[in-house]
């Protein structure tokens, strides 16, 4: 069984959110690493809310800086809507078995 690599983080009201690293990556186009996480609730549509940030993986203590850039958006919806897509497939190819 793979391990979660889960984080904590306060809200405004000081209440302990945990959240659960989906997935790391390092941009070549941006130099900057993100992290894509979600804290498993879920909006309005029963979607689970994901949310992006830029970390820097080196430091000892990870603080997580908000992206401010559409450019970088758009780069993290792109790799989000391949890995749903090879979710997909792979869903896909099981019930055809």
């Known amino acids: 069984m793979e391990e979660r690599m889960t984080f904590k983080v306060f809200d405004d009201n000081g209440k302990e959110i945990e959240c659960e690293v989906l997935f790391t990556f390092e941009s070549d186009e941006t130099g900057k690493n993100y992290m894509v996480y979600t804290d498993n609730t879920k ?23 908000p992206i401010t850039s559409d450019h970088e958006w758009s780069i993290i919806e792109k790799i989000l809507e391949e890995l749903q897509e090879e979710a997909k497939k792979s869903v896909e190819e099981g019930e055809d078995e």
Do not use: F, Q, R, W
């Open 43 to 65: 909006d309005e549509e029963g979607n689970i809310k994901v949310y992006a940030a830029i970390y820097e993986p080196d430091k000892d203590e990870t603080k997580l800086e």
